[in-house]
Every structure is written in structure tokens, then in C-alpha cells.
């Protein structure tokens, strides 16, 4: 009797837990990742999707409202991004130097 007891009781001990688990939204981990990794390669809107989206969960996660298993992929993620998004700029600088040098040469 008092082992049905007990576990009745450790039934509605995890129950807040689970419905605590259901009320927040699934993390993007993966996708955020996954952005930050072709925003580096390929394209560098994907790099700036990865840093505003990754800040995004990342608050989300710290409030609360977002599973907080996939925090370290997100931040990962969204380190890429911003990584990314430096590399395309200094790219996009570059290339303007270089543009600007070529237009400006010397004529013989």
C-alpha cells in the first residue's frame, strides 16, 4: 500500500516537469549550424541568418520559452555566423580596394 502510495506521488512529481517540456518551443540547433556553416562557404546571408537567429534562441533559451537542450549547437552557430559575416565584409572590402586600384592605374 504504501509503495502505491509513493509512486503515485513520484507520478505527480514528474508531471510538471513533462508539461513543462511541452510548453516550450523546440530549439533550432541544427538549422542555425547549419546556416553559419554555408554563410562561411557559400553565402553570406546565411551567415547573418545565423548570428540574428542564433541571438534570438539563445534569449528564448535563457528566458526560458525554447528547449535548452541545443544551446551549445546554437551559439556555435551563431558564432559561425558572425565569424562568417566578418570574412564576407573584409572580402567585400577587398574587393572594392582592389576595383578602385585597377580603375585608378597609371596611364603611359
Known sequence: MD???ENKQQEKQQEPEQQENRNV??????????FGIIGIVLC??????AWVLGNQDLAKMNSGFM??????TTN?????GIVGVCL?????IFWFIMAMGMAGGTAY
Open 88 to 92: 564576407w565584409a573584409a572580402g567585400i
Open 3 to 5: 509503495d502505491q502510495v
Open 44 to 49: 553570406g546571408i546565411f551567415a547573418i541568418l
Open 25 to 34: 518551443e523546440p530549439h533550432r540547433a541544427t538549422m542555425i549550424l547549419v
Open 67 to 72: 528547449d535548452i537542450s541545443g544551446k551549445d
Open 76 to 80: 556555435i552557430g551563431r558564432i559561425l
